[in-house]
């Protein structure tokens, strides 16, 4: 007896995965990092990052959990609160290389800034992709069944597990 029907679509491979999370993520993050810029005008940069930092997890959260990954849901307030983990990292380290810039340079122009700062987001986000996928969004088993075991139907209602 074939049981597939109720069974999850399987996760995309990694490729598929990784290719779906630069598009996803990779769009949020420079439309993040114009409004960053654009509000860093007028309010304290760190500020700025700040609230478009949550505003765009929050967004890409979603976006990751039905299109990414392969849920096809929204995703769960565990799964917000652990990508929220990720992103405060990457919030660290993209205002970690923005204080080395200014530091650097006094007045660094709008362009320099901008690109300082998807440099900082692009490397966070190879490590995001792997804290997702391998923790945030990983396939869990949905029984007491250990990952790779499968129940085979056999004859008049007898279970064995392999």
Do not use: K
Not at 40 to 59: D, E, G
Not at 109 to 115: D, R
Not at 142 to 149: A, F, I, Q, V
């Amino acid at each position: 007896m074939d049981t597939t029907h109720d069974r999850p679509a399987a996760a995309p491979g990694a490729g598929a995965a990784f290719v779906r999370f630069v598009l996803c993520g990779g769009s949020v993050g420079l439309a993040s990092s114009l409004a960053v810029t654009g509000l860093a005008a007028l309010i304290p940069w760190v500020l700025a990052n700040a609230l478009i930092t949550v505003a765009s997890t929050l967004l890409a959260t979603e976006l990751h959990a039905r299109v990414t990954f392969g849920a096809g849901r929204r995703a769960t307030r565990r799964q917000h609160t652990q990508s929220a983990g990720s992103a405060a990292a990457a919030y660290a380290l993209t205002c970690l290389a923005m204080l080395v810039l200014h530091h650097l340079a006094a007045e660094p122009g709008a362009l320099l800034q901008q690109g300082v700062h998807l440099t900082a987001s692009a490397l966070a986000g190879l490590a995001r992709f792997a804290v997702l996928r391998l923790v945030v969004f990983a396939r869990r088993p949905r029984s007491g069944l250990s990952t790779g075991s499968r129940v085979v139907l056999q004859g008049a209602g007898a279970y064995s597990y392999s």
